[in-house]
């Protein structure tokens, strides 16, 4: 079966770090074309915009969009209307509104919409959801504080509006708990501290429920220095469950579980069985809850944030 002809669009820290190396190790996909404001240098055809290429470049079969989520619908949109399979970078878009609007649009074209959630495909989250299917939940705790200097340096589109600020990282550990808890929560109380010279949080602190009034409850903090902390601990009649490093290591009270790490190779297999079979996968669970922090959320200013 021919490899799918892929085009990479955004050639930031994720796309080098992530894409590139998945798609490389994947016999299903070759790179046909990358797209980006300056030549990147990576060998493949080269071209400053998803326009151009369409236009002038080879023929490719799907995008990889690595943009930021303000810009993403309208590439989106481009391709899909051109019958191109389209991979989203999480979060899928700037609201929830357009992300629908490219569903409809990838039904239309008869081509695939892949909405990513790379932490879901994290070591441990299928064993935890497996494990908490057979438990009853008394609480959750969520605990994502990170520096956001050391993972995102320079990079002021996550500061403005859309650009989602401590949400970016938040929306990873939301992609995990609407995958491993089996009944949905909504947001009871938000509290996000913005800083004075910024457009979107730099920490929130959130409090959720669900049908059986389970306290959830979500720490993100930015601010973090040191260690890194990307935790999610569920509290059972059968005990403790603790997710740690992102989703990557699983400790049930028998014991820890250690996986591989296979984050994009995973999303890069799932996106290719979509393609070949003309299906999309488009959950905006995640983004709902992000979107209804934003819409219930009080505002606190706190000091300025300088790179």
């Known amino acids: 079966m021919a490899a799918i002809r892929i085009a990479l669009v955004g050639i930031g820290k994720i796309a080098r770090d992530q894409h590139l190396p998945a798609i490389a190790a994947n016999p299903d996909f070759a790179l046909t074309a990358v797209v980006s404001r300056v030549d990147p240098g ?27 989520p303000q810009v993403r619908y309208g590439l989106a949109a481009a391709a899909l209307a051109r019958g191109l399979h389209v991979f989203l970078e999480k979060p899928p878009g700037a609201t929830l509104a357009e992300v629908e609007l490219l569903r409809t649009k990838a039904e239309r074209h008869g081509a695939s919409l892949f909405a990513s959630w790379h932490s879901r495909h994290a070591a441990g989250v ?136 296979r984050e994009y190779p995973s999303l890069y297999a799932r996106f290719a069985a979509l393609v070949r079979a003309r299906e999309s996968e488009v959950d905006v669970a995640p983004l709902r809850h992000v979107a209804d922090a934003f819409l219930r959320g009080r505002r606190v200013t706190v000091d300025a944030f300088v790179d």
């Not at 071209?47 to 943009?67: I, K, Q, R």
């Not at 494990?131 to 589109?157: F, K, M, T, Y």
């Not at 939301?174 to 979107?200: H, M, Q, V, Y």
């Open 42 to 68: 990576l060998g493949a055809p080269y071209f400053p915009s998803l326009e151009a290429l369409l236009a002038h470049g080879p023929v490719v079969d799907a995008v990889a969009l690595c943009t930021p």
């Open 126 to 261: 299928q064993g935890a959801k497996a494990w908490l299917a057979q438990r009853a939940i008394g609480s959750v705790r969520i605990i994502w504080r990170e520096d956001v200097r050391l993972w995102h340096p320079n990079q002021a589109w996550i500061w403005e509006a859309g650009g989602l600020g401590v949400f970016d990282p938040g929306i990873n550990a939301l992609s995990i708990a609407t995958e491993i808890l089996s009944r949905p929560f909504f947001l009871t109380k938000a509290t996000l501290f913005i800083p004075a010279n910024r457009e979107a949080p730099i920490a929130a602190d959130l409090a959720f429920t669900d049908h059986e009034s389970t306290p959830i409850v979500m720490d993100l903090d930015w601010r973090q220095t040191g260690p890194q902390s990307w935790d999610i601990i569920v509290e059972t009649d059968a005990g403790a469950l603790h997710l740690a490093k992102g989703g990557a290591v699983l400790t049930l009270p028998e014991g820890e579980q250690i996986g591989e790490d």
